[in-house]
Structures are given as C-alpha cells and as structure tokens.
C-alpha cells in the first residue's frame, strides 16, 4: 500500500496518560496534515508541515498537544495528560506542494480515552 | 480563520434522481475547493476538486460549480446509486485545509 499509513489504528488509554501516533506520508509528499475527526463533524485542523517545518498549528491546539516531523518524512503527534476529551479520529494527509494538489488521508488512528 | 458552511446535514434522495450539496466558505483568498466521500468506518476520498480560476468541473456523474463572487460552491450528483450513500465533505483551502460539518447522502432504491 502506498497510500498514506498511520499507526496504531485503534488507542485506548486511561485519562492521564501520554499517547503517540505516527504518520507515513506518500513518499514525495512534502506537505504533512494533521486532523481531528468527531462522530457526525468534519475534519477539524490541528497542524500542519512542509518538510520538516511545522508552519501553522490551531489556536484551538492545547498545549498537550505537540507534533513533529524530523527528517521530512515521517510525523507524530503526541498528546499528553489525555482527557476524555480527546477522544476522537486523528487523521493524516499528505500533499505535494501547497493546498491545491490534492491531499490524501490515511485511516486515522481512534483515540479512546478512559 | 477561514469559515466553512455546508447544507443540508443530511439528504435521502430516491435512486436515479439529483443530489446538491452547498458549501459557503469566508476567506476571499482561499484557491482550491476539494469534496471528500467518507463511508462509515473509512478515510475520506477525494471526488473531485475545483480551482479559482474555473467555474466548472465534471466528472462523469459528479460536477461542481464554484461561484467566487458570491463565495459558494456546490456539489451535483445525477443519477445516484445506492453506493452514492456516505457522507460527503466540502472544503476549501489556502494553505491548508478548511471542512465543512459535512452532509450524510441516502440513496433510496
């Protein structure tokens, strides 16, 4: 599959604890997304990079909330002191180049918080 | 930041007639409009998109219209099928991407 890969697919985790995702973009994607997908909502915008710069992260972002991309490839976003709040889809997307070639989605990590 | 508005929330249609979606969006500057398909359980797939500087693009069953002037956009499907039923996703996008609440589509057979 060389689509874009997110692990793990499915996370269930106590309140309080620390969770990682990880996103494998299409190779020669430069542009890496972050979403948070809600039952019934549209993807909501949490970050994005181009290579290895994160260019824009959400005001809505809490500061529990960090990502990285550090070597261009690969991202993670990381999410500390879970709430069940956080609950939700966590999609990936990759692009080549700015927003208007098309951005593909992975399958989203689910994110259950106990 | 760019706001993203879609109608309706939900739309049951009869198999074989037209399905539109609407989508307003805020940012004068955003260039690119892509609708996403997502069934149950599943990412979300591009169905087609449209730029700025065209007003229309088709796709076979699937065409969308962009008007920059009044900032909407809509999505048309003729001739649904059964497996036309997802929720579907309008969006748009400048640097990055913008969704809509998104409309679930049921095709009646």
């Known amino acids: 599959d060389t689509g874009v890969s997110q692990n793990p697919r499915h996370k269930i985790t106590k309140r309080g604890q620390n969770v990682t995702f990880r996103c494998d973009p299409i190779s020669e994607h430069n542009r890496l997304y972050w979403y948070r997908q809600t039952l019934g909502q549209g993807p909501e915008f949490l970050t994005y990079f181009q290579n290895e710069a994160q260019l824009e992260k959400s005001r809505l972002l809490s500061d529990r909330f960090s990502a990285e991309r550090p070597k261009g490839s690969f991202s993670t976003l990381e999410i500390q002191r879970t709430e069940q709040g956080d609950s939700a889809m966590y999609l990936c997307?990759?692009?080549?180049?700015?927003?208007?070639?098309?951005?593909?989605f992975g399958q989203g990590t689910r994110l259950t918080v106990v | 930041g760019e706001n993203v508005e879609q109608h309706p929330s939900t739309l049951s249609v009869q198999e074989g007639d037209s399905a539109v979606i609407k989508c307003t969006y805020s940012?004068?500057?955003?260039?690119?409009f892509p609708w996403y398909k997502q069934e149950l359980g599943k990412r979300p797939q591009l169905i087609i998109d449209?730029?700025?500087?065209?007003g229309e693009k088709k796709d076979q069953r699937i065409a969308v219209t962009l008007n920059k002037t009044a900032k909407h956009f809509s999505l048309h499907i003729t001739e649904t099928q059964p497996e036309d039923s997802a929720v579907y996703f309008c969006?748009?996008?400048?640097?990055?991407?913008?969704f809509g609440t998104g409309t679930s589509l049921t095709v009646i057979p």
């Open positions: 940012d004068s500057a955003s260039n690119y």
């Open positions: 997307a990759s692009s080549f180049g700015p927003a208007g070639p098309t951005a593909f």
């Open positions: 969006a748009s996008a400048l640097s990055q991407f913008y």
């Open positions: 449209i730029r700025s500087n065209v």
